[in-house]
Every structure is written in C-alpha cells, then in structure tokens.
C-alpha cells in the first residue's frame, strides 16, 4: 500500500538560506504526490502537485519538487527562505481504494526561519 | 470562487456527547472527503462522499459517521464523545476525488472534548 516517509520532524533554517524537506514514498510509484503547507489554526494549503506530466513540479510562493523514481523521492525545495515560510509541511499520496482515492499523509515536517 | 467552508470552527463538548459537523465545497466539487488531525496520529482519514454516497471509509469506530446532501455539502457526526476525538477535523473538496483534480481544505474545526 502506498505510504509516505518524511524526513525530519523539524527543521531550522535562517533567512535566505536553502530550504530543502525530504519526503520518500513507498516503491510502487504512485499516481499522484502532494505537499500541502498548514499554518497555525488554519487548514492545508496546496503547494503543488506531481501527476506524471513532469519531474520536476513548480508551486507556489517560490517551492518545486522533483519526482525521482530511482530515489523514491519527491523533496520539497525553496532557493531562498523567507520568514512567512515558517510552517508545517505535508507530503501525501493518493492511494486508491475501491473506486476512490484517499489521500495518505507524512507526518509533517516544521520549519522554522531564523532571522 | 469561494472556498471550502467548515462550520463551526471551533467546538467544545463533553464526554458522551454527540457533535455534528458541517462542509460545503467548493461549487461543482461533487467529492467531499473527511481528515482527522491530532498531534499524536498525524493526519487520517475518515470517509469520502461522492454524489451522496459513500465510496469509502477510514479505520475509524463506528460512531463516526457522515452523510453527503444532494447539494454536495456533507456533514459528519461523532457520537458518545470520547477525550481521544479531541482534534481538528479537516473536509476536502474535489471535482470527482481524483487527485488529478486536487484537493482544496478548509479551514477545519477544532473540536475539544472535556
């Protein structure tokens, strides 16, 4: 059954530093890969979708993911942090049930920005 | 286009109480699904409506439960409140609940139980 690792429950960086968080699916390639961002007392945001049209993904405010079957990977990367990034990010598969989908998540990864 | 709505935001109940909660989607998204949140079990899901029909169901007991209206909104009940539903529960809205078409949430209610 498609499953989701992420790597690192938190993670600091400064300000205009790399963001890089790491999110491994189970061996059967899945359909669909997500990262949706939650900020405090608030619900999950879409940052962007993989759906087999292209490795490499661009989302929104500055994030992209790139789909790599070999690695089993789908990080998540922003060249440059700013401080409205901090938050907790979600990397979810859609797994297929039946005739429906279901969406299974990451634990989640919190990132803090440093000034 | 207006968003996905979840009311109430915010709920506080008391062991053995029954709690509805409710969602609208997004105009023509005819798949609404249901999330749990909880610090402890991360993000699970519940159920999955589609046309008024539930297609499928989480490993929850079975005093959860749900229901779709003709209009797409669906609500979900939790019965003889337990300390352990406390969470936030999040609804998804999809054109047909296919990924393809993403997921939108909203915003979620926080539901404590005392």
């Known amino acids: 059954a498609q499953s989701v690792t992420q790597l690192g429950s938190h993670v600091s960086v400064s300000e205009g530093a790399l963001v890089l968080l790491r999110c491994n699916y189970s061996?059967?390639?899945?359909?669909?890969l997500f990262w949706y961002v939650q900020y405090p007392n608030q619900g999950l945001q879409l940052l962007l979708k993989?759906?087999?049209?292209?490795?490499l993904v661009k989302g929104i405010n500055g994030f992209e993911a790139e789909f790599k079957k070999s690695e089993t990977s789908f990080h998540l990367t922003k060249p440059s942090a700013h401080m409205s990034d901090a938050a907790e990010y979600f990397c979810?598969?859609?797994?297929?049930?039946?005739?429906?989908?279901?969406?299974?998540f990451g634990k989640g990864t919190k990132l803090t920005v440093n000034p | 286009k207006a968003g996905v709505t979840q009311t109430p935001r915010y709920l506080i109940k008391t062991r053995g109480q029954q709690v509805t909660l409710s969602c609208s989607p997004i105009?023509?998204?005819?798949?609404v699904s249901w999330y749990q949140q909880t610090p402890g079990q991360g993000l699970q899901f519940l159920f999955e409506?589609?046309?008024?029909?539930?297609?499928n169901k989480g490993n929850f007991p079975g005093r959860f439960s749900g229901r779709q209206f003709s209009n797409s909104r669906s609500e979900m009940n939790v019965s003889t409140l337990e300390l352990g539903d406390s969470a936030l529960y999040l609804c998804?809205?999809?054109?047909?609940?296919?990924?393809?078409?993403?997921?939108?949430f909203g915003s979620g209610t926080r539901l404590t139980v005392v």
């Open positions: 998804a809205s999809s054109l047909e609940g296919q990924g393809g078409n993403g997921y939108t």
């Open positions: 061996s059967s390639v899945p359909p669909y």
């Open positions: 993989y759906t087999s049209a292209a490795t």
């Open positions: 979810a598969v859609g797994r297929q049930e039946g005739g429906s989908e279901k969406l299974v």
């Open positions: 105009s023509g998204h005819r798949s």
């Open positions: 409506y589609f046309s008024e029909t539930q297609r």
